[in-house]
Nanobody
Framework: QVQLVESGGGLVQAGGSLRLSCAAS????????MGWYRQAPGKQRELVAG???????HSADSVKGRFTISRDNTKNTIYLQMNSLKPEDTAVYYC????????????WGQGTQVTVSS
């Protein structure tokens, strides 16, 4: 079984910064992708930033230049550094893990609330 534990959300003023962490544990295979999604009230869940199986990163246009995804493979942890936060970044942020195998599997964290006040 895989567990994803997120931390680092909170309330911040516009222009501020937050750093989210997601620690993965359990049967994590080497071939996987991890990333961050977010869901604002009344909106669909959307990709924020992620890693490919090759280790490269990608991010949504709305966060380019402000958010940076990184990882520590020794800790099976990914991070999302969020700078220059805007009120429209307010959402529940979810960590996602997809295991690439004959039987693909996908896991989600419990979510962490990020609220940006204007």
């Amino acid at each position: 079984q895989v567990q994803l534990v997120e931390s680092g959300g909170g309330l911040v003023q516009a222009g501020g910064s937050l750093r989210l962490s997601c620690a993965a544990s359990g049967n994590i295979f080497s071939s996987n992708t991890m990333g961050w999604y977010r869901q604002a009230p009344g909106k669909q869940r959307e990709l924020v930033a992620g890693f490919t199986t090759g280790g490269s990163t990608h991010s949504a246009d709305s966060v380019k230049g402000r958010f940076t995804i990184s990882r520590d493979n020794t800790k099976n942890t990914i991070y999302l550094q969020m700078n220059s936060l805007k009120p429209e970044d307010t959402a529940v942020y979810y960590c996602n893990l997809r295991i690439i195998s004959i039987v693909p599997m996908e896991y989600w964290g419990q979510g962490t609330q990020v609220t940006v006040s204007s």
